[in-house]
């Protein structure tokens, strides 16, 4: 669920200038995850914080399961479904 509303998010933003330099905003304030979360859900989104989490760990774990015991460490920066959203949307032109 959680990766289909930041698909269309990010998807979005891509082809609304006014939407990415918002979504970009939210990284300055004093709570950047809580805010950009909130943006999202009022843009329509249903995007928790929680979840945001969440995803990134389950992605992250599920990874280190699929190397049949080679990961035995995980990849910093693997875990953040929020940085890896932010990368993708700074990236877009």
């Known amino acids: ?4 509303e930041l698909n269309r998010l990010l998807a979005a933003a891509k082809t609304d200038g006014t939407l990415k330099a918002a979504l970009l905003k939210t990284r300055e304030s004093d709570e950047p995850v809580e805010d950009f979360c909130a943006l999202a859900r009022e843009k ?3 995007i928790t914080a929680g ?7 389950t992605e992250n774990d599920a990874k280190l ?9 995980p990849i910093d920066g693997w875990d953040d ?3 890896q959203f932010f990368t993708s949307l700074i990236w877009t032109k």
Do not use: D, T
Not at 1 to 4: F, G, R
Not at 52 to 57: E, M, Q, R, S
Not at 65 to 73: D, E, Q
């Open 1 to 4: 669920m959680i990766e289909h």
């Open 44 to 46: 329509g989104y249903q």
């Open 51 to 57: 979840e945001l989490f969440a995803l990134g760990l």
């Open 65 to 73: 399961r699929s190397v049949n015991g080679g990961g035995v460490s």
């Open 81 to 83: 479904a929020y940085e």
